[in-house]
């Protein structure tokens, strides 16, 4: 049956005048998140105001503070018969956060608040998760494709060192300038990072000698950290993008004839080894810029063996008498 029919007979829902948006439930919302959550959620209240009514309204045109518990747990229904139950969980997230924001406005009691989002959890199948981290081997393999003294290639041996000793996002590393390096501490300041919170990361002796040699082709003009490099070895005072690391990472990988990683696995393998090492995950989460460790231990990809070594240190205390 057409998952359309369950929302038939629900009376208009869409917003009798526009409403600004620092007073609109979705628009308060979708304020509070990152660039990329805001166009994935934003997506999925759009899809819940279509299915709400028949395509008549989307996130903005709906008036979230009609919604009671008989609509959402219609929702609920349509999204599971449409979608995986992970992407229905995802999108039920976004219209309990729409509804809280609705209270929070005073545009709901908080008696409908409550009962229209005591909706049962949708259990999504645990993933396999993505990436891996690097072994020495890997890191070894790709810095030595890039042994040689033109400027691309000691570029390239900066950039894999500050991925590898800062557990960067490739977004953070492109948009790095020159004076957010401080040579006097092995500092990187990050400023554009994914929240918009600014934060500090050290780089690792081996990772500063290789940034600063780097700097000695690049030169003191302010500007780009990172440059583009053209043919004859000119630098490009300006930034990379994001999409240029990813390539460089293709390619490399390809001439050192290992399987292929992405830039984000130096970040993984830079919070595996962290906590290998013993350093506490409050220190790894500020370091990674992380909103909770809960997203932290979800970079750490140590594997089973970790898991076998530390339960050997584990002591029984018994001894079998006789």
Not at 187 to 202: E, N, W
Not at 229 to 243: A, E, I
Not at 284 to 294: D, E, I, T, W
Request: hydrophobic content about 40%; glycine content about 6%; some cysteine.
């Amino acid at each position: 049956m057409n998952s359309l029919l369950q929302f038939q007979g629900f009376g208009s829902l869409k917003l009798s005048s526009p409403v600004p948006l620092t007073q609109h439930p979705a628009g308060v919302y979708l304020a509070g998140l990152g660039e990329g959550s805001q166009r994935t959620m934003r997506q999925s209240l759009n899809v819940i105001a279509s299915l709400l009514t028949n395509g008549e309204c989307d996130a903005l045109t709906l008036d979230w503070a009609k919604l009671r518990y008989r609509h959402t747990a219609a929702i609920r229904a349509a999204l599971l018969q449409r979608y995986d139950p992970a992407t229905a969980a995802k999108m039920l997230c976004a219209l309990r956060r729409t509804l809280k924001e609705a209270w929070r406005l005073e545009l709901m009691e908080v008696e409908d608040y409550y009962r229209a989002v005591d909706l049962p959890r949708i259990d999504a199948p645990e993933k396999q998760l993505k990436g891996r981290a690097l072994s020495s081997e890997d890191v070894a393999a790709v810095m030595e494709v890039c042994q040689d003294s033109k400027p691309i290639n000691i570029r390239d041996l900066a950039l894999v060192a500050v991925l590898k000793g800062g557990g960067m996002r490739r977004e953070e590393v492109v948009n790095l300038e020159l004076l957010d390096y401080n040579r006097a501490k092995g500092a990187l300041h990050i400023r554009k990072s994914k929240r918009g919170k600014d934060r500090t990361v050290y780089l690792p002796k081996g990772a500063i000698s290789l940034l600063e040699q780097w700097l000695e082709i690049r030169g003191k003009e302010p500007g780009a950290l990172l440059c583009p490099v053209r043919k004859g070895g000119r630098v490009q005072l300006r930034h990379m993008t994001p999409d240029a690391v990813l390539k460089i990472m293709v390619k490399r990988t390809k001439q050192a004839e290992i399987e292929a990683f992405s830039p984000h696995d130096f970040r993984r393998t830079f919070c595996s080894d962290l906590i290998d090492a013993g350093i506490d995950i409050v220190t790894v989460q500020k370091l990674m810029g992380h909103a909770s460790p809960v997203t932290t231990a979800k970079y750490d990809r140590r594997g089973e063996e970790t898991k076998r070594k530390a339960v050997e240190r584990l002591e029984i205390p018994y001894t079998r008498r006789g």
